[in-house]
């Protein structure tokens, strides 16, 4: 007997973000960044790559992703 992991694998051709620094907090996170040097060059790369749409901002390019979770029998 053991605890086995379900996983649902996702992939997603665009990420939407609310703003631009919206999408900076979360690869400032992702990256385990922790100067305010690695947050400026984010800031200038999502500069050039982030697209308007709307209300929003948009991440073109594929993205993968994962939820694992374990079923606690209750």
């Known amino acids: 007997m053991g605890i086995y992991a379900n996983i649902t694998p996702e ?3 665009t990420t939407v973000y609310r703003t631009s620094d919206e999408a ?3 690869y400032y996170q992702r990256l385990n960044c922790s100067t305010m040097v690695q947050e400026e060059i984010l800031k ?3 500069t050039h790559k982030l697209r308007p ?3 929003s901002f948009i991440l073109d390019g594929a993205s993968y992703s994962a939820h694992i979770w374990w079923d606690t029998g209750a």
Request: aromatic residues 16%; hydrophobic residues 15%.
């Open 53 to 55: 749409c709307r209300e």
């Open 24 to 26: 900076v907090r979360e």
């Open 11 to 13: 992939h997603k051709k």
């Open 44 to 46: 200038e790369y999502f």
